[in-house]
Nanobody
Framework: QVQLVESGGGLVQPGGSLTLSCAASRSIFSFNGMGWYRQAPGKERELVAEFTSGSNTNYADSVKGRFYISRDNAKNTVSLQMNSLKPEDTAVYYC????????????WGQGTQVTVSS
């Protein structure tokens, strides 16, 4: 079983920055994909940013140029640097990891709240 633990959420003013971290209970090399999703009240969960195969990344259009995903293989963590935050970025942010072998498995963290408000 894989454990994903998010940290770094909180309240920030518009235009501010936050960094989220996701710590995995095993080597992130074992994952076929890993990244961040978010869910705002009354909305569906959506992709924010992710590593796909190798070091390839994928970002939602709404965060391109403002958010940056990175990883620390030695610490088994994936981070999300969020800049120029907007009220519409307010959501619960979830870490997700995926493995394909021997069968597809998807793991989620418990989520961390990000609130952008003045």
């Amino acid at each position: 079983q894989v454990q994903l633990v998010e940290s770094g959420g909180g309240l920030v003013q518009p235009g501010g920055s936050l960094t989220l971290s996701c710590a995995a209970s095993r080597s992130i090399f074992s994952f076929n994909g890993m990244g961040w999703y978010r869910q705002a009240p009354g909305k569906e969960r959506e992709l924010v940013a992710e590593f796909t195969s190798g070091s390839n990344t994928n970002y939602a259009d709404s965060v391109k140029g403002r958010f940056y995903i990175s990883r620390d293989n030695a610490k088994n963590t994936v981070s999300l640097q969020m800049n120029s935050l907007k009220p519409e970025d307010t959501a619960v942010y979830y870490c997700k990891a995926k493995v394909l072998v021997p069968i597809l498995r998807v793991y989620w963290g418990q989520g961390t709240q990000v609130t952008v408000s003045s």
